[in-house]
């Protein structure tokens, strides 16, 4: 017998996680609306950093690692390790993540920010010995399987590194400025741990989803070494050297290997069976446009920056916010409404299809929630990035009061979907 | 992909539940199981009132295979009283993109 057994302990991982961080995006929000000003400034700032953390880990770390309990076992194409190490990674991630927040919000690098980081870096490591033990179980390798397995080393090594940081506010572990590791903290979190988790998941997903007949994974191998290769490089080459010329090459090599993964995408486009793209998927499309907006900015963030240009920072806050608030959110608004109602859909109808009519997974969600919800988070590009280049604090108030609404519908058709009542339209 | 001889004396039988199944769909595509192809027979024990179903699915580790084959139970046991259904998935031949059936592909815009 194959296909995935959704048991209830399953399904409450999955949901916990998923309102977790749909709490956590509407926190966000509201925490962008306190901090206006400070995004016309450095990004080393008190509200930024725990902006930053909050959307890193509380509202894209915790739906992944929700959706990663459900998806994981697809991808891999075996069953969860452990459900009860699962808990215990929340149980150890949701403090973790408050304290750090908070005390990055009020600036108190002392005992509670010290807990935090160590709370969340055992929930990673738990977190990753799940998936390790999940993937020994099965015998074929596959490409999918190595861009989740380094995606959660690097997000370890992330984390490690962040809680290094953290402690180094108090003790003095390295000789160099915070600053120099800031950056090969954020590129291991969001080169190595979100490009590379996200890029495995999608390209086992994005066909299904799409009945795609493409079904080589050669791009993908390409796409693997590349990106790692130039992560590794960029670590190495900026720990010894800061940035330089070279970074130029790295870039270049990391850029190609997310193009290889568009190309892989476009291709299943492409040779897609199902025509129709509905609403979530058109906004995973909007995720990899914002992917490459965000891209195209690092070359600006090296040419400044070698120049001593000021404007090397605001180039880095664009990048951040295009990679943070862009692609990863844009991805999670519409994978949510992919994944989410299949999970409650397979709980209501299992035991009911076949026999009476049911509704489809797509009717589970409100459909005017999330065009509307579509159409607040396109107002928050085409308002916060701009109003953050040009320093208007206009755009970025507008950006901002779109993101609130986008983050209350979503969180409005979340509950839509997990309150659905079961109903039948009678006999088959 | 099957078969049904003329001979049988259940082919009838067969051929019923073989339409009726196409009242299973998938909840991803919104296609019926009979014109996606992935039914690739029927097999009954009249005396016994037993079917089995063997069939696939688009991929082994389909999210929702279990719901499919659930569905497909229910269905026959539904429709056919007295008859109790088994699902047999079988991964030979191999589910591909030309195992869609015309009206199938007529479905999704092909």
Redesign the interface.
């Known amino acids: 017998?194959?296909?995935?057994?959704?048991n209830p302990g399953l399904y409450k991982i999955v949901v916990t996680h998923y309102v977790a961080a749909a709490f956590c995006f509407l926190v966000l929000s509201v925490m962008m609306l306190f901090s206006v000003k400070a995004f016309a400034g450095h990004y080393f700032h008190p509200q930024i950093l725990a902006i930053t953390h909050m959307a890193a880990l509380g509202w894209g770390t915790m739906i992944i690692l929700g959706a990663s309990y459900?998806l994981i076992?697809?991808v891999l194409?075996?069953d969860l390790y452990s459900e009860k190490l699962a808990w215990i990674t929340f149980a150890l991630f949701l403090p973790g993540l408050v304290a750090l927040v908070y005390s990055f919000w009020v600036f108190v690098p002392g005992i509670h920010m010290q807990c935090g980081a160590i709370l969340l870096l055992l929930a990673v490591v738990l977190f990753t010995l799940n998936v390790y033990l999940t993937a020994k179980k099965k015998k074929q390798e596959t490409i999918q399987e190595d861009f989740i397995f380094s995606a959660c080393i690097c997000l370890c090594l992330t984390v490690a590194l962040g809680a290094a940081l953290v402690f180094n506010f108090t003790i003095s572990i390295f000789p160099q400025d915070q600053l120099h590791f800031l950056k090969l903290h954020a590129h291991m979190g969001l080169i190595g741990w979100f490009l590379l988790m996200l890029i495995g998941v999608s390209s086992k997903l994005v066909p299904?989803?799409l009945?795609s007949?493409y079904q080589s994974t050669k791009l993908l191998t390409y796409s693997y070494y590349l990106i790692v290769g130039a992560l590794l490089s960029f670590l190495v080459d900026s720990y010894f050297f800061g940035l330089s010329l070279r970074t130029y090459l790295i870039f270049t090599i990391g850029a190609t290997g997310i193009t290889c993964y568009f190309i892989f995408i476009l291709k299943c486009l492409r040779s897609r069976?199902?025509?129709?793209i509905d609403l979530p998927m058109m906004n995973s499309f909007l995720s990899f446009i914002l992917l490459k907006i965000a891209t195209l900015t690092v070359p600006f963030i090296i040419y400044f920056h070698l120049k001593n240009n000021p404007v090397t920072i605001r180039f880095s806050m664009i990048y951040g916010e295009f990679m943070l608030m862009g692609w990863i959110t844009a991805l999670i608004l519409g994978q949510t409404f992919k994944t989410l109602p299949?999970i409650v859909?397979?709980k209501h109808?299992?035991?009911?299809?076949?026999?009476f009519k049911t509704p489809?997974?797509a009717d589970l969600f409100a459909d005017n929630l999330l065009k509307a919800q579509t159409i607040s988070y396109l107002i928050f590009c085409l308002t916060f990035m701009p109003g953050c280049y040009l320093l208007f604090l206009p755009l970025i108030y507008i950006g901002i009061a779109a993101l609130m609404v986008t983050a209350m519908l979503y969180l409005s058709n979340i509950f839509i979907v997990l309150f659905h009542k079961t109903i039948t339209y009678g006999?088959? | 992909m099957a078969n049904f001889d003329i001979t049988d004396p259940l082919s009838f039988l067969k051929e019923q539940m073989m339409e009726t199944l196409r009242?299973?769909?998938d909840?991803?595509?919104?296609i019926n199981i009979i014109d996606l192809g992935l039914v690739y027979g029927i097999e009954i024990d009249a005396p016994k009132k037993l079917v089995n179903v063997e069939m696939t699915?688009?991929?082994?580790?389909?999210?929702?295979?279990?719901?499919?084959?659930?569905?497909?139970?229910?269905?026959?046991e539904?429709?056919f009283e007295g008859y109790d259904a088994t699902v047999d998935?079988v991964w030979e031949p191999v589910w591909?993109?030309d195992s869609?059936k015309d009206e199938g592909k007529r479905l999704?815009?092909?």
């Open positions: 017998m194959s296909g995935i057994r959704q459900q076992p697809v194409e075996t299904m989803f009945v007949s069976l199902r025509k129709h299949f859909w397979v109808y299992e035991h009911l299809t076949g026999k489809m997974p006999k088959l | 009242l299973v769909i909840p991803e595509l919104h699915l688009s991929s082994s580790y389909c999210p929702m295979g279990e719901s499919i084959i659930s569905a497909v139970k229910n269905c026959i539904g429709h998935l591909s993109y869609i999704l815009g092909l």
